[in-house]
């Protein structure tokens, strides 16, 4: 039996992803959510900040609700037709944009245990690859229980500027990189590494991962293992994937 993605990240029983980071974060969450409603587990998708709103290739439904009693009664409606769709507190049409909920919303939906697994896109990086977050930045759910980071490998190899990395300026203070250089393995690594402690801070996750993806070249494989076996010497991150998401959900 082939390994899916759900498998190799250990979502098992029921619980809450936030994604963080940049270069695939929405093509993860609906990976994961396709693939754990096909286990015949009920799924939502969701955003702490906001995402475009989905096609029906992502999610089959999308409900709007201002606060967490309205979001669990439509989503027990929505549940006897679809079992796993989409959910913001409203959609900007203007912008084209789901607009998200506040934490406290997605932790007491968890608690009702409507749902085995709620997925949630928490954090924002202008589909740049690579992006350092700012003080506010990201928002993972309180009770996650596994945290995601998602950087883009396309970024290795790039200007540090605004055209390849949300934030450069924090991303050079992070780094020690000046604006301007060209961005390397370690760069990258230093980046990841900030970026894990700061979110993992925040949430205490039971799980912690990192999906290097666009690994599309033998030269980005090749960075991506670097990129990994420096994370593994610094940090405590439980798996490393290096991926494609794009070429697999083409394959799917």
């Not at 809450?16 to 969450?29: N, P």
């Not at 293992?225 to 394959?251: P, V």
Request: net charge neutral.
């Amino acid at each position: 039996m082939t390994e899916t993605t759900t498998d190799i990240l250990d979502l098992k029983g029921r619980g809450v992803v936030s994604i963080i980071g940049a270069g695939g974060k929405t093509t993860l969450m609906f990976c994961l959510a396709d693939q754990l409603s096909k286990k015949g587990l009920t799924v939502l998708t969701t955003t702490t900040t906001k995402i475009f709103v989905p096609g029906k290739d992502q999610s089959p439904c999308i409900i709007t609700a201002s606060c967490a009693d309205e979001l669990m009664e439509k989503s027990r409606q929505a549940l006897c037709r679809y079992p796993c769709f989409s959910a913001g507190r409203e959609i900007n049409k203007n912008l084209g944009k789901l607009e998200g909920f506040s934490i406290d919303v997605i932790d007491t939906l968890h608690r009702s245990m409507i749902f085995d697994w709620i997925i949630v896109e928490a954090d924002g990086a202008r589909q740049k690859p690579v992006k350092a977050s700012a003080a506010h930045e990201p928002v993972p759910v309180t009770t996650t229980t596994h945290l995601v980071l998602v950087t883009g490998l396309d970024a290795v190899g790039t200007v540090l500027d605004d055209n390849f990395v949300h934030r450069p300026e924090l991303f050079a203070a992070n780094t020690g990189i000046l604006p301007g250089s060209i961005i390397d393995d370690h760069a990258i690594a230093s980046c990841i590494e900030t970026e894990i402690r700061k979110s993992a801070a925040m949430c205490s996750p039971n799980h912690t991962y990192v999906v290097l993806n666009k690994a599309d070249t033998p030269d980005s494989v090749r960075s991506g293992q670097k990129i990994a076996d420096l994370l593994y010497k610094s940090t405590d991150i439980d798996k490393i994937i290096i991926t494609s998401l794009f070429r697999h959900k083409k394959e799917q």
